[in-house]
């Protein structure tokens, strides 16, 4: 065997030996790195409701202080009257979507305004630039078209975010479940059982890990229990939370079993998300028929009727 043959077998060997290294290591510095940014998310939520806690506190001081009490409580709420509930609904989509910013609903304001705006001016000049005029009514139709669509298009951007997010968490919400029951059926109080599943969903799920992280602290943090269940399930938005949420509330209020709850909300959800993916599997048909009607019978036809068409051609030719 030559030099140049064991230098090639050296480098395949230790390319191997390196890629099997990196194989072996990368799911671990992962599984690390996932654990670090899910601590480092729920000690940010925990001061951020530690600061609301103590805000909230500092505001209802003021509030019994001031003279006037009754004058801005009037203000408060005619403010409230005038601009609805829209901003606390588009709150709530920020949240659902994860966008915890508090500057989030400003940013989406701004870029249904900006968007169309930018659309409209950048279509006037295409069209302006153009040889060919085009009729007014062409023209209005695509202004009309493009400043519509740049107007919906945060819209949009923002209901995919919440449907990806509440999938993820759907998906691995039953198996969540089952662990907080065994934990709770264990001695486990339920707000020991909310962290520490947490810290195990975190190399499955980091959406649903970081909402009962933030779920565990409010638990822990808040005076009333009631509110960080009805607040995570204003979070997350999604059926199972609501029902979650509910459980919870009505266990803390009546008393009820706690563990009977868990087990009928997992056995629930887990037959929820089999009913999802049948309806999945039931409609992929109808889906498949325009792929195989574009792709796979012209090629069949061309197999089929290729060859009778070249001994035609040949016959053709020689005749």
């Not at 909230?56 to 409230?80: C, G, H, P, Q, Y």
């Not at 992280?213 to 979070?235: I, M, P, S, V, Y």
Request: hydrophobic letters at 50%; charged letters at 25%; proline letters at 3%.
């Amino acid at each position: 065997m030559n030099i140049d043959s064991q230098f090639v077998f050296t480098f395949l060997a230790a390319l191997a030996a390196g890629l099997s290294f990196i194989a072996v290591v990368l799911p671990i510095m992962n599984k690390r790195q996932k654990r670090e940014r899910y601590q480092e998310t729920i000690a940010r939520q925990r001061k951020d409701i530690y600061e609301a806690q103590k805000k909230e506190r500092e505001k209802r001081i003021n509030l019994d202080k001031s003279a006037d009490a009754k004058t801005t409580i009037a203000a408060s709420f005619k403010v409230r009257k005038i601009v609805g509930d829209l901003a606390d609904d588009l709150r709530s989509k920020m949240l659902q979507a994860g966008k915890r910013s508090p500057n989030a609903p400003l940013v989406f304001m701004i870029l249904r305004i900006a968007l169309p705006i930018g659309f409209i001016i950048t279509s006037m000049v295409l069209m302006g630039s153009m040889e060919k005029d085009l009729d007014d009514s062409v023209k209005l139709l695509i202004i009309f078209a493009l400043g519509w669509f740049g107007f919906a298009l945060p819209g949009i951007m923002l209901k995919n975010d919440i449907i990806k997010r509440q999938t993820e968490i759907n998906l691995s919400f039953p198996d969540a479940l089952d662990m907080m029951l065994v934990c709770v059926q264990g001695g486990i109080s339920l707000e020991q059982a909310v962290n520490r599943i947490a810290e195990e969903m975190a190399d499955h799920s980091h959406t649903l890990s970081e909402e009962l992280g933030q779920l565990g602290a409010e638990l822990g943090l808040l005076n009333d229990r009631r509110t960080a269940f009805q607040e995570f399930a204003k979070r997350v938005g999604s059926g199972g939370a609501k029902s979650f949420a509910t459980a919870m509330i009505q266990a803390e209020q009546y008393g009820t079993g706690i563990s009977t709850a868990l087990r009928v909300m997992a056995d629930e959800l887990r037959d929820a998300r089999m009913a999802e993916a049948e309806r999945k599997a039931a409609a992929l048909p109808p889906k498949l028929t325009v792929p195989m009607i574009v792709f796979f019978l012209p090629a069949l036809f061309i197999v089929i009727l290729g060859p009778a068409g070249i001994q035609a051609s040949i016959a053709s030719a020689g005749g």
